[in-house]
T-cell receptor, first 109, second 116 residues
Framework: DAKTTQPPSMDCAEGRAANLPCNHS???????VYWYRQIHSQGPQYIIH???NNETNEMASLIITEDRKSSTLILPHATLRDTAVYYC??????????FGPGTRLSVLP | DAGVTQSPTHLIKTRGQQVTLRCSPK?????VSWYQQALGQGPQFIFQ???????QRGNFPDRFSGHQFPNYSSELNVNALLLGDSALYLC???????????????FGNGTRLTVT
């Protein structure tokens, strides 16, 4: 599985867009990029995933660079409830999900 | 539609004891994975069960074992508990293999195990 690197922490003002970067320079052509978040004392929550194209759902948008070496998770209007640890994971089909330390996002009022 | 459910939510055990944790997967899912999450760290993969067999295993000793039942529910057993086994144990399930090969894992809220 691709090794991903993320900043350990970020702050974002409530109501503004939160842009969380992830570097996955060793990702291969068949590895998907997944994003999860974990709010304190809960299990990880699936947010979004993609392979090459940008993806959007009701929670977030995922922007993957053309060379697939990095991606950005965008929360368009961050709220206090978005404060969590965000994990970026690269994964082949059939392989287990490998979690790193993630990015601790603090949404500030 | 119930998501992944785990029991119990909290558990306190003494060193050397044995513990069994339980998991019911999300409806329609047949593959179950277990993760251990120490305080302040990301979840670490323990093993995965599919068709009642262990299919993949992470770097965990044989003290950690599991089982999957015909209804797809699963148990995680840990023998000879150590203080270092204190952690949040997470169960996750996913869609049947071959039907949605990029399908994500869906996690329960875990069992908090404290070993004293």
């Amino acid at each position: 599985d691709a090794k991903t690197t993320q900043p350990p922490s970020m702050d974002c003002a409530e109501g503004r867009a939160a842009n969380l970067p992830c570097n996955h320079s060793t990702i291969s052509g068949n590895e998907y990029v997944y994003w999860y978040r974990q709010i304190h004392s809960q299990g990880p929550q699936y947010i979004i995933h993609g392979l090459k194209n940008n993806e959007t759902n009701e929670m977030a948008s995922l922007i993957i660079t053309e060379d697939r070496k990095s991606s950005t998770l965008i929360l368009p209007h961050a709220t206090l409830r978005d404060t969590a640890v965000y994990y970026c994971i690269g994964r082949f089909y059939g392989q287990n999900f490998v979690f790193g330390p993630g990015t601790r996002l603090s949404v500030l009022p | 539609d119930a998501g992944v459910t785990q029991s119990p939510t909290h558990l306190i055990k003494t060193r050397g004891q044995q513990v069994t944790l339980r998991c019911s997967p999300k409806s329609g899912h047949d593959t179950v994975s277990w993760y251990q999450q120490a305080l302040g760290q990301g979840p670490q993969f323990i093993f995965q069960y599919y068709e009642e067999e262990e299919r993949q295993r992470g770097n965990f000793p044989d003290r950690f074992s599991g089982h999957q039942f015909p209804n797809y529910s699963s148990e995680l057993n840990v023998n000879a508990l150590l203080l270092g086994d204190s952690a949040l144990y997470l169960c996750a399930s996913s869609y049947p293999r071959g039907q949605a090969w990029d399908s994500p894992l869906h996690f329960g809220n875990g069992t908090r195990l404290t070993v004293t």
